[in-house]
């Protein structure tokens, strides 16, 4: 007869709080080495928008990978930067946690509004300042960090872990799909996390469980071969105006998306995921003061405010630019007027087929001539409250 013996809960308990420490410890006493690290890859360059240093910026993520103990892989679309894939096997779990980050960064103009050059990783009064740090290269090191502290306090990782590093995220992952198709069968696992992994205007841990989606395009009018002189704006057509006259179109007074159809497919919360909205703390004071606004779009505040800000589908106007943009004056008529938006989708909206309602549009509403470029097309993602990676996130978050 084999007979189990029963660890004390106080003792199981106590012997977690030790684990703990010790990993905390080692954090601390690395720290500096870490915090170099993220300097390192936040001083490469690595603008996808731009094609501006990826594949320095892929070499370092996939170096920083093997140091750690992981087995790698670079993938190299038809087109765009690489895409590393990083394996790291636990001795004891049989579990597979599947990570997502990108080294990939926005472009840094206007540079004039930095207080440090973006690519410098400056460290000052205890922060670094750069292009990434936070969004995504800390998230990456911070990982990296904990997976080595795990390895050299509790001698391995908890479980197996698989880890895909792309550098295309900022402009919509063009070429993702091609690595899903290649590696699809190597993608398995329990449970998955993405980018995600920062804290609030009080330091709580957040524990992201979606994102909105996204169909971002570019418009193009064109009403002449060359600019002209602003004289003849009495008988040429500004491709301003007309670009301002159909984007009016788009969204009326209230923040309400007038495409024919656009809401049919939207997904409603859950009675259980509008409970955690309202009980969620949402700091509407820090946000108002950090952007120096004294009220929200249409008075919303409270959980009408939160409700608006997890769940309600947006059309934004990133960019829109023609003419003449510089110091001074000139007086011209312009050929062309272009303009970025990004439409923010919610679960069950499909961005393709939203794509073709927002072209539909344009034609009923006499814009066909108006050229549409399509950026991006990516789906909304809702991870459900009840799941274990959920709880797991939301039990760490409070343990820390």
Request: net charge negative; hydrophobic share 40%.
């Amino acid at each position: 007869m084999t007979v189990q013996r029963r660890i004390p809960l106080a003792k199981a308990l106590s012997d977690v709080d030790t684990r703990q420490r010790e990993i905390s410890e080692y954090i601390d006493r690395n720290k500096d080495r870490f915090v170099e690290k993220l300097r390192i890859l936040c001083q490469q360059p690595s603008v996808s928008a731009q094609n501006l240093g990826m594949t320095g910026a892929a070499q370092l993520v996939e170096r920083f990978l093997k140091e750690t103990g992981f087995t790698t892989e670079s993938f190299s679309p038809t087109h765009g930067p690489p895409i590393i894939f990083g394996e790291l096997l636990s001795k004891h779990g049989s579990k597979t946690l599947l990570v997502y980050n990108h080294y990939d960064v926005q472009p840094v103009e206007p540079v004039d509004l930095w207080t440090h050059p973006p690519f410098s990783a400056a460290v000052d009064d205890g922060r670094i300042y750069a292009r990434g740090a936070s969004d995504n290269k800390g998230n990456i090191v911070s990982r990296l960090m904990a997976i080595e502290a795990f390895q050299k306090v509790r001698g391995d990782v908890p479980c197996n872990i698989k880890w895909v590093v792309e550098g295309e995220e900022e402009i919509g992952s063009p070429h993702f799909a091609e690595f899903i198709a290649k590696y699809k069968g190597r993608l398995t696992g329990e449970s998955a996390i993405w980018e995600f992994g920062g804290l609030d205007y009080d330091d709580r841990p957040l524990v992201t469980l979606g994102l909105k989606g996204m169909l971002y395009v570019e418009f193009k009018v064109q009403t002449a071969l060359k600019d002209s002189h602003s004289a003849r704006a009495a008988v040429v057509e500004n491709p301003a105006w007309r670009l301002v006259r159909m984007l009016d179109t788009i969204q009326d007074e209230d923040g309400r998306i007038l495409i024919e159809g656009w809401y049919d497919d939207v997904k409603p919360f859950t009675a259980e995921e509008l409970e955690v909205i309202r009980s969620m703390p949402l700091e509407e004071h820090s946000i108002r003061d950090e952007l120096g606004i004294k009220s929200f779009l249409y008075g919303l505040t409270g959980f009408e405010f939160k409700k608006a800000f997890y769940g309600s589908p947006t059309a934004n106007i990133a960019g829109i630019w023609s003419g003449y943009t510089g110091p001074g004056h000139k007086t011209v008529l312009p050929s062309v007027a272009r303009a970025k938006m990004d439409f923010r989708l919610v679960p069950d909206q499909d961005p393709a087929r939203l794509a073709g309602k927002l072209k539909q549009h344009l034609a009923r509403h006499g814009f066909e001539d108006i050229e549409v470029s399509l950026q991006a097309e990516n789906p909304a993602a809702r991870t459900p409250i009840s799941s274990p990676i959920a709880k797991i996130a939301a039990r760490a978050g409070k343990e820390v």
